[in-house]
T-cell receptor
Framework: GENVEQHPSTLSVQEGDSAVIKCTYSDSASNYFPWYKQELGKGPQLIIDIRSNVGEKKDQRIAVTLNKTAKHFSLHITETQPEDSAVYFCAASKSSSASKIIFGSGTRLSIRP | EADIYQTPRYLVIGTGKKITLECSQTMGHDKMYWYQQDPGMELHLIHYSYGVNSTEKGDLSSESTVSRIRTEHFPLTLESARPSHTSQYLC???????????FGPGTRLLVL
């Protein structure tokens, strides 16, 4: 079945530096790739997503890139701030009424002051 | 901001008790999901539903059961709680025409 691998599991960066989280997926039919941010004591919240017909998408300090050939996608956070500290999950799914989202195992991002 | 609610937010209960975790959404979404998650760790799908009277078991075996009698409600029941059920339970929903899942705030369960 579909598998999503996420690296690293933990990441610590200096405030103001950039953070990159990488994911690979196994099902070449996957065409939707969301990223979720989970803050302490809360449910995951969608922060950005990308579809397979696009190679890159940006929203202020957050960007996601997709390489369909290599079957991997990445989250880039620039100019990191303390409020970026959270657990981030990547995910992949297919456009089908019966498809489920497959989540990565999560990355705990810590921003050092 | 997604309109999906979970109650209770926190629950401490003794072994052997029956509990029901409530989840409701006001977005008219057809699909609803339950995930089990140790804090900050991987999300494990335990149940899902594609519509009223439709329920399926997820990827992680669970002793819980679910029902979907109304579109907006997707309660999860544990007939006899055990310490191994201690975890966070997250409910989510999505529109059948879109893949994005919206999560509730979660219920943190502690079974003594």
């Amino acid at each position: 079945g579909e598998n999503v691998e996420q690296h690293p599991s933990t990441l610590s960066v200096q405030e103001g530096d950039s953070a990159v989280i990488k994911c690979t997926y196994s099902d070449s039919a996957s065409n939707y790739f969301p990223w979720y941010k989970q803050e302490l004591g809360k449910g995951p919240q969608l922060i950005i997503d990308i579809r397979s017909n696009v190679g890159e998408k940006k929203d202020q300090r957050i960007a996601v890139t997709l390489n369909k050939t290599a079957k991997h996608f990445s989250l880039h956070i620039t100019e990191t701030q303390p409020e970026d500290s959270a657990v981030y999950f990547c995910a992949a799914s297919k456009s089908s009424s019966a498809s489920k989202i497959i989540f990565g195992s999560g990355t705990r991002l810590s921003i050092r002051p | 901001e997604a309109d999906i609610y979970q109650t209770p937010r926190y629950l401490v209960i003794g072994t052997g008790k029956k509990i029901t975790l409530e989840c409701s959404q006001t977005m008219g979404h057809d699909k609803m999901y339950w995930y089990q998650q140790d804090p900050g760790m991987e999300l494990h799908l335990i149940h899902y539903s594609y519509g009223v009277n439709s329920t399926e078991k997820g990827d992680l075996s669970s002793e819980s059961t679910v029902s979907r009698i109304r579109t907006e409600h997707f309660p999860l029941t544990l007939e006899s709680a055990r310490p191994s059920h201690t975890s966070q339970y997250l409910c989510a929903s999505s529109d059948s025409g879109r893949e994005t899942q919206y999560f509730g705030p979660g219920t943190r369960l502690l079974v003594l």
